[in-house]
């Protein structure tokens, strides 16, 4: 199935069901599309990671392992 009928309307949620039911090749590949490096970034995002970034130089000991940060995340 490499073919889309552009013809069908499908709501938001529709689009994810089908999306979710893709190879992971084509999930990659999706995301890779979706997200094109030329994608401006906001200003005011840049400036929540520069400050989040001088948080951390400051203080290293507010920063936890990714397993832990992941774990109480999905907890």
């Given at each position: 199935?490499?073919?889309?009928?552009?013809?069908?309307?499908?709501?938001?949620?529709?689009?994810?069901?089908?999306?979710?039911?893709?190879?992971?090749?084509?999930?990659?590949?999706?995301?890779?599309?979706i997200?094109?490096?030329?994608?401006?970034?906001l200003?005011?995002?840049?400036?929540?990671?520069?400050?989040?970034?001088?948080?951390?130089?400051?203080?290293?000991?507010?920063?936890?392992?990714?397993?832990?940060?992941?774990?109480?995340?999905?907890?």
């Amino acid at each position: 199935m490499n073919t889309i009928d552009t013809n069908t309307k499908l709501s938001f949620k529709q689009l994810i069901e089908i999306v979710k039911k893709l190879p992971p090749e084509k999930k990659q590949l999706l995301n890779e599309l979706i997200w094109d490096d030329s994608m401006p970034i906001l200003e005011e995002h840049k400036s929540i990671v520069r400050k989040r970034f001088s948080k951390s130089l400051n203080n290293p000991k507010r920063m936890i392992e990714w397993d832990l940060a992941s774990q109480k995340l999905y907890a």
